[in-house]
């Protein structure tokens, strides 16, 4: 178990990639528990937001068909066992920091000094989650960083468009109106 970490490490740090992984069903879905249960015990050590859970469970199917129409798009089938094996198992290094980070955002949202270091260390962290989600890309489809990076940034956009679409709007904060100022007209 610690070697199999260590290996995510590694992959999170772009010195291993999906490659050096077995393509094996049941790794994949020890990875993708172990990504479950990384999220879930971080986020119940957190204050809560309203539906994480069902954020949870659509970040994960979401992941699982993204990759899968992805491998098959780019007519890889055969590699996507490695490549969502690393892709979870790189964000279970990587999940405590990032969560952390959005709550730290979220809890010094009024504080302008706290926050700037908070958006700084979740900023690095985003560029971090594209960067070795972008080589573990490379090695799966054989493209340029370039596409890699972009392919990325559309699975987090296409994720938060299904979210959106999916969680209703009460329970979902990323659909919270902006403070509205009262109207000082006479």
Not at 87 to 111: E, K
Not at 142 to 158: E, K, N, S
Not at 163 to 183: C, F, G, K, S, T
Request: hydrophobic fraction near 60%; proline fraction near 7%; charge should be positive.
């Amino acid at each position: 178990m610690t070697e199999l970490f260590q290996l995510f490490t590694q992959i999170a740090l772009s010195r291993k990639g999906p490659q050096d992984l077995p393509a094996s069903p049941l790794l994949l879905a020890l990875t993708v528990l172990g990504y479950f249960l990384v999220n879930y015990v971080v986020n119940m050590l957190m204050p809560a937001v309203d539906a994480w859970r069902l954020h949870l469970l659509i970040d994960v199917a979401f992941t699982l068909a993204w990759y899968a129409i992805l491998m098959r798009a780019f007519g890889k089938p055969e590699r996507f066992l490695q490549t969502t094996t690393a892709i979870f198992g790189y964000q279970i290094v990587i999940a405590p920091l990032w969560i952390a980070a959005a709550y730290f955002l979220r809890q010094y949202a009024d504080n302008a000094v706290l926050q700037l270091p908070a958006a700084i260390i979740g900023l690095g962290l985003l560029f971090w989650v594209i960067r070795a989600g972008g080589y573990i890309l490379k090695a799966a489809l054989d493209l340029p960083m370039i596409a890699c990076v972009v392919l990325i940034i559309l699975q987090g956009l296409a994720g938060q468009l299904v979210l959106r679409a999916m969680v209703p709007a009460e329970a979902n904060p990323l659909n919270e109106p902006a403070h509205v100022q009262p109207d000082k007209r006479p």
